[in-house]
């Protein structure tokens, strides 16, 4: 085999992390190649819930509005209903992903983008399309077979699925962004906690107009309990909308140990018409798939020039929404440590830092999702459903609801306790915005942080503490209302201060000079390039006006200052050294 290609950065596999991956390295300008095994993007949709912290991270990167013009938007996406079928009887609905109206403002509040819904057979296609624009080579049908690694870089093996030669790519660094089963992390040999396949599921895609049954309670969630809804699976029946409300994806579960079972077209089509409850019901089955339930993270993402991202190392249930989320996040985390590392400006310990940042998120998210996922059955011991699975006894005990008799209110009390711990899978937005970073590349201002207010799980709580995500608050002048976050575009570090902060803006360009990367100080005030239009910003920065915050690439506070000190220059080169690993 000859070596044929030569690039920066090589990334194995075009789902939410390797596409996301090489769009946010060529978004930076470092060359790369992006192989693939298939001939296309994903075949079926899979995830769909992008959540604020990904949407916000498409605004960064230009693309927020093509992935938009693609999606169901937040207000048609959240009257999430539980019943015994669509047709049938409502237990009840919560209000989800961020649309009640007091949960509506948090997220209003917490970001310039809200959340939506896209399938990732739409997704896919935009992020592979932008960062090929962009530069980034594209090899479908191509396969990794192995690596080794040098001090230099990795010389990666690979197939061309349609001629059968085998081929290397010499890259300095090597992306493993190929999925759960990944072949890069199992090379790797990276430590994980937790197993594969707890529990196994069915994905039945199907179109069939539901827009009679969804007008009046758009949601992209239908969950159903019926006898079999709690065996295996996700924790109930699943209908799910792909897109509205023509195309839908059931998830209904089996039990693993009777063995995989055979899923015809007809036991398909009769899935479909139990769970919406039309026993007629024209439905044409677009495909069937089955699929093992995941409850495993990395402790480690790395080893030397090779990184791991994705499913790769956290695998889970969709419960919550998690997974094409946390795996784009990972990459944004990734792709600005690599440039400034193959651009010299940083040490390549820097490097390091993506473990300690990400390895927390990933055994969190898997917890989180899996947890979400068990937690439905406090809702079936709630209707009296965990001891039977025989239709007619099921049928009597969700009847029991309805009773005048103690019984009957003591079960309408305990479902109404059960759909409460929803809001763990359905509004945890503490989950999807307040992750943390603790590593060399913050640094801590002495602090500590002060203890939530509310649940960190369900509510996002704005803080420039060193490592939390930037809150953002609108500024702007009478022309442009801009977020805080677009002040601070991927490309570059940030300061953030206040007209009496003025000479962080000379100490900043001095420092940014004598280091070689780009710091950008943003004075905001009255005459400034951008005002504090609501003056949010004065009350979310957690620093006077002449302090200062610095934000790193991906958004996230690197340190910040309470006031102004003696020598700002001196403090600044101290602080980026560190967070450069440049020491
Ligand atoms: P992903 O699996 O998307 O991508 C892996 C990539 O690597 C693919 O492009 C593949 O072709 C490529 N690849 C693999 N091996 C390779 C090799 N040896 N050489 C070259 N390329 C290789 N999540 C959710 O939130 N809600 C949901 O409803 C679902 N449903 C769902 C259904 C099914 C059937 C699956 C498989 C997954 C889901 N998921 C999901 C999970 C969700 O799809 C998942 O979290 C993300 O796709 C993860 O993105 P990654 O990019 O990490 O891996």
């Known amino acids: 085999t000859d070596t044929a290609v030569e690039t920066d950065v090589l990334i194995v596999g075009s789902g939410p992390a390797g596409a996301s991956a090489a769009l946010f390295l060529s978004t930076l300008g470092v060359p790369n190649v992006m192989i693939t095994k298939y001939r296309w993007t994903a075949n079926t949709p899979r995830a769909h819930i992008t959540n604020q912290r990904t949407m916000e991270i498409f605004r960064d990167v230009g693309i927020e509005d093509q992935v938009l013009a693609d999606a169901t938007p937040h207000h048609l996406i959240g009257d999430t209903v539980f019943c015994t079928s669509i047709t049938g009887e409502e237990i009840g609905r919560i209000l989800t992903w961020g649309n ?12 310039p983008s809200l959340n939506c819904d896209i399938p990732q057979t739409y997704l896919e296609p935009i992020l592979v399309r932008n960062a090929t624009a962009r530069g980034t080579q594209t090899q479908f049908s191509t396969e990794y077979l192995g690596h080794v690694q040098d001090a230099d870089g990795v010389t990666v093996r690979v197939l061309n699925r349609l001629t059968g030669a085998e081929y290397t790519i010499r890259a300095k660094y090597l992306i493993g962004a190929d999925g759960a089963r990944s072949a890069v992390a199992a090379d790797l040999d990276l430590p994980y906690e937790g197993q594969m396949d707890v529990a196994g599921s069915m994905n039945i895609t199907f179109k069939a107009d539901l827009s009679e049954l969804c007008r009046h309670r758009p949601s992209v969630l239908y969950w159903v309990i019926q006898p079999g809804a709690n065996v295996g699976g996700i924790g109930a029946g699943l209908v799910r909308m792909v897109r509205p409300w023509n195309e839908w994806l059931i998830v209904w579960g089996f039990d693993l140990a009777q063995g995989v079972p055979e899923v015809s077209s007809d036991d398909a089509l009769q899935i479909v018409r139990n769970l919406v409850g039309d026993p007629g019901l024209d439905a044409e089955i677009t495909g069937i798939s089955l699929w093992g339930n995941n409850e495993q993270y990395a402790t480690r ?29 990972d990459s944004y985390n990734l792709a600005w440590k690599l440039a400034l590392v193959l651009n010299g400006q940083a040490g390549s310990s820097l490097l390091d830092t993506y473990t300690d940042e990400r390895a927390p998120v990933a055994e969190q998210i898997v917890l989180r999702a899996n947890k979400s996922a068990r937690e439905f059955g406090a809702l079936f011991e709630a209707l009296g459903l965990d001891a039977t699975l025989d239709a007619e006894q099921m049928n009597a005990q969700i009847e029991e609801r309805k009773d005048s008799s103690l019984t009957g209110a003591a079960k309408r009390a305990a479902v109404r306790e059960a759909m409460e711990l929803k809001n763990y899978e359905f509004n945890a937005h503490g989950v999807e915005m307040g992750q943390s970073y603790s590593s060399s590349a913050v640094v801590p201002d002495g602090s500590t942080r002060a203890e939530p207010a509310r649940d960190p799980e369900l509510y996002y709580e704005p803080s420039t503490w060193p490592g939390a995500r930037l809150p953002h608050a609108w500024v702007g002048d009478s022309r442009r209302k801009l977020s805080t976050h677009d002040l601070a575009p991927y490309g570059q570090f940030t300061l953030l201060t206040g ?85």
């Open 301 to 329: 993402l790395q080893r030397g020039r090779v990184f791991c991202a994705g499913d790769a190392v956290h695998k889970h249930p969709p419960s919550n929404g998690l997974g094409s989320n946390t795996s784009i996040q």
């Open 499 to 583: 007209i009496t902060g003025d000479a962080w803006v000379d100490a900043a360009k001095k420092a940014a000079d004598r280091l070689g990367v780009v710091v950008e100080t943003v004075v905001i005030g009255p005459g400034r390039p951008v005002t504090d239009l609501y003056f949010d910003w004065s009350r979310l920065s957690g620093v006077d006006e002449d302090g200062a915050v610095l934000v790193r690439p991906d958004k996230h506070v690197a340190w910040r200052s309470a006031s102004l000190p003696a020598d700002p220059e001196a403090s600044l080169m101290s602080v980026l050294a560190t967070v450069l690993s440049r020491e």
């Open 100 to 111: 009640h109206p007091a949960r509506h403002a948090d997220h209003e509040l917490a970001s």
